[in-house]
């Protein structure tokens, strides 16, 4: 056996980079997150070439003074938690302290934040992992992160992304989550010189759908209480073919759950045509002791503590609301 050692943190952090970024998308909903949970009223997401040679992310959030700025790309650095109990009611996006340092050692990163404009901002560029300067540089409130050749020291990993059309459409879907749990904030995302979104701050959540996807003009809300939970969900019928497609949230998160959304596809179906190309969001609220976010590195899949009361707080939500047999009921027209 050869010897054992522990790993220098360039090293950890590019194995944490391994399951926390797997493509441009992933950067774009860490950054997101990160400016959420700064408590930012406006995020702008730039990309280039789908993201594979710029993702820069800027907020109007709290930013950081330059001991937090350089403590941030510190590995299992957070503001977010603090002792292990407070891992049971994660009330942020973020609690792993892990994105910016992983993210920084696989690309050019550069770092822009300003807590107080009249003490300064900061800007640190990192490459690869390793800080290259840090220097003083003037920002408004807020933070700006520029990551840059995604990659560029993995080839094994460069070679998996795909080409900048399929990796903008999953950045896209991305913030599309972010967008839609979050009204109250604007979202702007620009590929080049297109504005592929311009989400102005909106009361309800029908209105985000239309300013995502303008083709929509009429949203059915469908909702249900009990023990498994709250659910507030919307449908917008598409007219058209294909799958509908399902955004499902759990407590203001964007996650996968595969028995979920095939609960909500199953109903959809029993119901018959007229959901081709739907639009479904499904708003799950649950008391966060019993939802464990901590189960997956990129955070995108929770644990429920009574997944069937889950699971049928959602369809009965879906199935009694939304559709009676063949038609659609409550049709809020706006
Ligand atoms: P986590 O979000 O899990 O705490 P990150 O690596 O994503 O870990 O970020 C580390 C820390 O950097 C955060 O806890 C936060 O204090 C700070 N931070 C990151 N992004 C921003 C931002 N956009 N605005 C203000 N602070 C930020
Ligand atoms: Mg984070």
Redesign the pocket.
């Known amino acids: 056996m050869p010897t054992i050692r522990v790993l220098p943190d360039a090293l950890v952090n590019r194995i944490a980079a391994g399951e926390v970024v797997e493509r441009p998308a992933s950067v774009v909903k ?2 997101v ?3 959420l ?2 408590g ?1 009223q406006r995020i702008e997401v730039e990309l280039a070439v789908g993201g594979r040679s710029l993702v820069r ?1 800027t ?1 109007d ?4 003074d330059l001991d ?1 700025a350089l ?3 510190e590995r299992h ?5 603090g002792t292990s109990s407070d891992l049971d009611h994660i009330a ?11 993210i920084a050692a696989v690309s050019r990163f550069m ?1 822009l ?1 300003a807590e107080d404009p009249a003490q300064g901002g900061i800007r640190v560029t990192v490459e690869g992992g390793s800080i290259l300067a840090t220097e003083a540089s003037a920002r408004a409130r ?2 700006t ?1 520029e990551v840059r050749d995604l990659f560029f020291n993995v080839p094994a990993r460069r070679k998996f992304l795909r080409a900048p059309q399929t990796e903008l459409r999953h950045a896209q879907e991305s913030l599309w989550g972010a967008a839609l749990a979050r009204p109250d904030v604007a979202f702007v995302l620009r590929h080049g010189a297109r504005a592929l979104i311009d989400a102005p701050v909106v009361a309800d959540v029908a209105d985000r759908i239309k300013d995502l996807w303008r083709r929509f003009d009429r949203v059915i809300r469908f909702q249900s209480a009990g023990a498994g939970g709250e659910v507030r969900g919307m449908l917008a019928p598409g007219g058209g073919h294909g799958r509908p497609n399902l955004t499902l949230l759990v407590n203001g998160r964007a996650v996968r759950d595969r028995l979920l959304v095939g609960a909500v596809m199953r109903v959809l179906r029993s119901a018959g045509s007229g959901f081709g190309g739907a639009r479904v969001i499904v708003d799950l609220r649950l008391p966060p002791e019993t939802v464990d976010v901590n189960v997956h590195p990129a955070k995108t899949e929770v644990r429920f503590r009574q997944a069937n009361a889950a699971f049928g707080a959602v369809q009965r939500a879906v199935r009694k609301t939304i559709v009676v047999p063949g038609r659609l009921v409550n049709v809020v027209a706006d």
């Open positions: 860490e950054l997150e990160n400016s949970d700064a930012a992310v907020d959030g709290c930013g950081m937090d403590l941030a790309l650095a957070t503001s977010k938690i942020t996006l973020g609690f792993r302290g892990e994105a910016l340092p992983s770092l934040t807020g933070t992160v």
